[in-house]
C-alpha cells in the first residue's frame, strides 16, 4: 500500500504539470522506479525527502520560467 505522503507528490506533481520523467530526471533514476516507489512497491530510506526537494526545485523552476 502506498505511504500517504506519495499522494500528495502525486496530487503536487498533478497540480504542477511535472511528469515522472522529469522528476526522475531532478532526482536521478528512471520513470520506472519512480512509479514504482509512488505506488508503493518499494520504500527505500529517505525517499519522502529526496521526492519532495526534488519536486521543489522542479516547482520553482516551473515558477521561475513563467
Do not use: V
Not at 532526482?27 to 514504482?36: K, L, Q, V
Amino acid at each position: 500500500m502506498p505511504a500517504e505522503w506519495t499522494a500528495e507528490i502525486i496530487g503536487q506533481m498533478h497540480l504542477h504539470g511535472i511528469t515522472a520523467k522529469s522528476l526522475a530526471e531532478e532526482i536521478g533514476c528512471t520513470p520506472e522506479y519512480i512509479s514504482t516507489i509512488l505506488n508503493g512497491h518499494r520504500e527505500p530510506k529517505g525517499a519522502e525527502a529526496k521526492f519532495r526537494s526534488a519536486l521543489e526545485s522542479l516547482i520553482k523552476q516551473k515558477a521561475e520560467d513563467i
